[in-house]
């Protein structure tokens, strides 16, 4: 176990539609990661949020969007979805100071299906 | 333009034999870094081992080491000892830690041990 949660693990919705996913990083742990990992695109790094602030911007599309919370949870915004879109979403927490900590740890992930 | 590359979509290792998992890269950034993560059929997202741009020498992380090459910008993983439990998909992946910090990832390899 990572100690970083996600939920949903399971997600099913469609076209059109709008999700959030959460996520909690490991206790500490001042950065939060977002990558999709799908058949075609394989894995793509997303966002990262350092302390409440953007700190990597990734191949993150318009209809996404995330932020991190005070109390340093994490929430990725996914609107006006599309069937390539379905995909693993992973969140992944590291600690240390700045933008850079080289080790991260991932959560679960949450497996969106857009029907 | 940064890139990942890994040219073995699969491998096959003896259980106890090493093995070399290849990882080339191209970027123009003067400051970067190199990871490798696993992911077993079961999912998840592990982080094994960095390697840093400017590090002289080659990082180590118990049976996990990073053959870093800066010249002929390659970064191949080496497992040491395999074990079953090895099986699994490997990726290569680079982070500009110059200016965007953004992280791109290989296409991975997929590793299977034999018994």
């Known amino acids: 176990d990572s100690g970083v949660t996600q939920t949903p693990k399971h997600l099913i919705t469609a076209t059109g539609q709008r999700v959030t996913l959460r996520c909690s990083p490991r206790s500490g742990d001042l950065s939060v990661y977002w990558y999709q990992q799908s058949l075609d695109q394989g894995l793509q790094f997303l966002i990262q949020y350092y302390n409440g602030e953007e700190r990597a911007k990734g191949n993150i599309l318009e209809r996404f969007s995330a932020q991190q919370f005070p109390d340093l949870h994490s929430e990725l915004n996914l609107s006006s979805l599309e069937l390539g879109d379905s995909a693993l979403y992973f969140c992944?927490?590291?600690?240390?100071?700045?933008?850079?900590?080289?080790?991260?740890?991932f959560g679960p992930g949450t497996r969106l299906t857009v029907t | 333009a940064q890139k990942i590359t890994q040219t073995q979509p699969g491998m096959f290792v003896q259980e106890k034999e090493a093995v070399t998992l290849d990882c080339t890269y191209d970027t123009s950034d003067p400051s970067y870094g190199l990871f490798w993560y696993k992911q077993p059929s079961s999912g998840e997202m592990i982080f094994l081992i960095y390697?840093?741009?400017?590090?002289?020498q080659n990082a180590t992380e118990g049976r996990y080491s990073l053959n870093f090459q800066k010249a002929r910008k390659s970064a191949n993983l080496v497992i040491s000892a395999s074990q079953l439990g090895d099986s699994a998909m490997y990726f290569c992946a680079m982070r500009d830690l110059s200016g965007t910090y953004k992280y791109i990832f290989g296409t991975g390899t997929r590793l299977k041990v034999l018994a």
């Open positions: 390697q840093g741009s400017y590090d002289q």
């Open positions: 992944a927490s590291s600690g240390g100071t700045g933008a850079f900590s080289y080790e991260q740890y």
